[in-house]
């Protein structure tokens, strides 16, 4: 049995602050920390809009995906699922559990009757931009040392 196939992607809980604080805080070091715990309460606040999952291994937390219902000009149908924060440890990079929780948020968007899903990362970041384009996002335009993905799923 692989790791992937004892993983388990879930939606975070009050009760994942603390590994989720620790994960933000390797993903954006430098956001204070004060600002992640902000973030943190506000999108929990907002269950229509905005969704974060956990990817657990052994009853460890090794990823996490933020997401959100976002408006964008640039996206054919209008609203869409954006994903906002994707994080993998190290140790379990390139093992599938980004996919994991990419899978996930997909399913959420579609259940919130979106039929994309879009994305960001920084154009220096060669490892995401992979990733995004393995998982089926296309890259839409760079802008101000960014690249902007777009998915259209099929429900």
């Not at 990419?102 to 060669?126: P, Y």
């Not at 998982?135 to 993905?149: C, H, N, S, T």
Request: aromatic letters at 10%; a negative charge; charged letters at 25%.
């Amino acid at each position: 049995m692989t790791l992937t196939t004892q993983a388990i992607v879930r939606e975070m809980t009050i009760d994942d602050i603390s590994s989720w604080l620790d994960m933000r805080t390797l993903l954006w070091p430098h956001c204070p920390l004060n600002e992640h715990k902000q973030e943190i309460i506000e999108q929990l606040n907002c269950p229509q809009t905005f969704q974060a999952f956990i990817v657990e291994v052994q009853n460890e937390h090794v990823g996490f995906l933020e997401a959100k219902l976002h408006q964008n000009v640039h996206m054919r149908f209008g609203l869409a699922g954006y994903m906002e924060g994707w994080f993998v440890k190290d140790l379990y990079r390139k093992k599938g559990f980004g996919k994991l929780v990419v899978n996930a948020v997909e399913t959420w968007t579609i259940k919130k009757g979106c039929h994309q899903v879009a994305s960001d990362t920084e154009e220096f970041n060669e490892g995401s931009i992979f990733a995004h384009m393995k998982l089926g996002f296309i890259e839409q335009f760079r802008a101000d040392g960014e690249v902007k993905f777009l998915k259209t799923l099929s429900s």
